[in-house]
Structure formats: C-alpha cells, structure tokens
C-alpha cells in the first residue's frame, strides 16, 4: 500500500486490507500498483486527475489516439504564440507520466520538440495527448 511517500506492505493479506481502510480515511490514497493476469502495472490515474484539472481539461471530450501528425499549414492559417510556461509545465507533467505509460512515449516526445516557441497547433497536439489520458 502507497499512502503519500510511504510504503506499508506485509505478507498477511488481511493487515495490508485493513490499513489501507484505516488511511483511506485519513488521506487520498489510490492503488498505484495493479496485480493482473498478464503483469504488474503502475497506475497514475490519480496523477492524471489532478494534472486533467490543473490545466482545466477536465471537461474535454476524450480521444481514442494520443497523437495526429502535424498538418502542414497554409500561409492563410494564422499561428500565434503561446504561453511558453504553460506548454512548458504541460510537457514537463506528461514527461514524468511516460514512466509508466509508454502509450504516450511518442507523443509527449515529438511535441517536447516545440518547447523554445510553442505554437497554438502545438498546443492543440498537447492537448490532444490530454484528452487521450482524460478517456
């Protein structure tokens, strides 16, 4: 059991279940590691909440793919600049993300490059990655 940096465990199942209900009250814990039957998995879905509502992207719609090649734009097709902190605090979470989900490995890559001056297609591509996590 993983309660805020601290990891309690025991070989008596019954002990582990019944300070995870004692914690569960006294902190917001989750589940991070998941025993299947084809593996063990490390789960952020806590992780991914709260980054979903610090970047208020809670109420997207969600996305079956995390990633769409760039189009290549029209001289028509106007590209402003963004907020180059806030890309650069939405990249930096999902870096520390693709430890543990290497579904997004690519994406979260290939939008890093974009860091120095961020676009709004840019932009959009992140938040795609988002609205991929979101569902």
């Known amino acids: 059991v993983y309660v805020d940096d601290i990891i309690f465990s025991s070989t008596n199942k019954a002990w582990c279940d ?3 209900v004692l ?3 006294e902190f917001e814990i989750s589940a991070m590691v998941k025993q299947l039957p084809d ?3 490390i789960s952020q879905d806590k992780y991914v909440k709260d980054m979903l509502k610090k970047f208020d992207m809670e109420s997207m719609r969600i996305a079956t793919t995390p990633y769409e090649v760039l189009k290549p734009k029209s001289n028509d ?3 402003d600049a963004v907020n180059v902190y806030l890309f650069r605090s939405m990249i930096g979470s999902l870096m520390y993300l693709t430890a543990s989900r290497p579904d997004i490995m690519f994406a979260v890559s290939a939008c890093s490059r ?3 001056t961020p676009m709004t297609s840019s932009l959009n591509v ?3 990655i988002f609205k991929y ?3």
């Open 39 to 41: 593996g063990i998995f």
């Open 23 to 25: 914690m569960k009250g």
């Open 77 to 79: 097709e106007p590209d």
């Open 114 to 116: 974009h860091q120095v």
């Open 18 to 20: 019944e300070f995870e």
């Open 126 to 128: 992140v938040k795609k």
């Open 133 to 135: 996590l979101k569902g």
